[in-house]
């Protein structure tokens, strides 16, 4: 008998969340003891709005460079395929909280920076170079930080 796959993200009730926040999802432990925390970045409420495809592109080149230096163990900032935020992932133990400040002070950076800020633009550096649009990056960075960026998904508990 096939065993049953759970994937985490499906079972989140998307219309109970209150974006834009920061979720842990869990904490795994790998086979010689190291752990990632894997968070949900949402930036965008679920079905009601989504970031076009050139800004989410532009937003995941620039979160690589912004968040790296401001998480310890930074391993990964995915767009989720629904366009609404990013998976993070990082070596070690770390919090919403702490990551949600991150995130603030990543996109307070990202709406101070101009095309040549933007890594990975390049033909020879993206798998998709012509795809990007700082404008809408910048746009949906400044609007996730009118909104305030809460450490929880259900109540809105904001970062400073």
Known sequence: MKEQVV???????????????VRLIECTNGPVGDVVSNFDIRLTQP???FIPTAGMHTLEHLLALTL??????????????CRTGFHLLAFGQHSAHEVAVALKEALEEIVQMSWEDVPGT????????????LFCAQEYAKLVLEQGISEDPYERILVK
């Open 122 to 133: 390049k033909e020879k550096e993206c798998g998709n170079y012509r795809d990007h649009s």
């Open 68 to 81: 790296r230096p401001r998480i310890q163990g930074y391993l990964d900032c995915s767009p989720f395929g």
């Open 7 to 21: 994937i985490e993200s499906f079972t989140l009730d998307h219309t109970k969340v209150k974006a834009p926040y």
């Open 47 to 49: 079905n009601e709005m």
